[in-house]
C-alpha cells in the first residue's frame, strides 16, 4: 500500500483522497498550535513556497494526542494561517499512535521503523512535529523526529525533486 491509497479527513471531518497528491513529493507532519515546536510552521512554509512549483507539498495533520492542539479542525487551520501565514493544506485532527490512530499514521510508523523492528513494533511518534518524507510513487523515504527543523530536511527535498527530473 502507498501513502496515495489513503483517505483522510479534511477539517470539516469530509473524507477526501490522497490521491492528488501522486506524483508529488510530500512532507507529513503530525503538528499542534500549542506545542513549544509550533515556530516550525514558519519554516514548513518556508519550504512549501520554494519547492511548491516543483511538485512538492506539506500535508498538516494536527493532533490532539499529545494535549496540545486544542479546539476544532478549523479553529487550527485558522490559527495556522492568521499566526504563521501558512497557505499548505490542513487536515482534520489524528491520532497517530495506539489503537485509534490514523491508518495514514500506522503506515507511515510501519513504514519508517527500522528495517529489524518494523514487522514486529512500528516505532511511536514521540511527540508533535514528527515529519514523514513521501516520494512521488508514495514510498516512504525517510522520518524526522520533532527536533529536525524543516530547514534540514531541504537537501533531501531537492534530491527527490530532481531524481524526478532526471528520470523524465
Known amino acids: ?18 490521491k ?4 508529488k513529493v510530500c512532507l507529513i507532519v503530525n503538528t499542534a498550535t500549542s506545542c ?3 515556530p516550525q510552521y514558519e519554516g514548513l512554509e518556508a519550504l512549501y513556497q520554494k519547492y ?24 487550527l487551520a485558522n490559527f ?10 490542513t487536515f482534520g485532527k489524528v491520532f497517530v ?15 519508517s521503523a527500522s528495517r529489524l523492528l518494523r514487522h514486529f513494533i ?3 511518534v514521540k511527540w508533535n512535529f514528527t515529519k514523514f518524507l513521501v516520494d512521488q510513487e508514495g514510498n516512504v523515504v ?22 524526478n527530473k532526471q528520470a523524465v
Open 1 to 18: 500500500m502507498k501513502v496515495y491509497d489513503f483517505t483522510v479527513n479534511d477539517t470539516k471531518r469530509r473524507p477526501i483522497s490522497l
Open 20 to 23: 492528488p497528491y501522486e506524483g
Open 36 to 38: 513549544g515546536l509550533t
Open 52 to 75: 511548491k512549483d516543483q511538485g512538492f507539498e506539506v500535508l498538516d495533520f494536527p493532533s490532539n494526542q499529545f494535549k496540545q492542539a486544542m479546539g476544532s479542525d478549523e479553529d
Open 80 to 89: 495556522c494561517r492568521l499566526n504563521y501565514n501558512t497557505s499548505f493544506t
Open 97 to 111: 499512535n495506539g489503537s485509534n490512530a490514523s491508518p495514514l499514521f500506522k503506515h507511515l510508523r510501519k513504514e
Open 122 to 124: 512500528p516505532a511511536k
Open 142 to 163: 525517510n522520518r524526522y523526529e520533532p527536533e529536525v527543523k524543516p530547514r534540514d530536511i531541504d537537501p533531501d527535498i531537492k534530491a527527490l525533486l530532481e531524481k
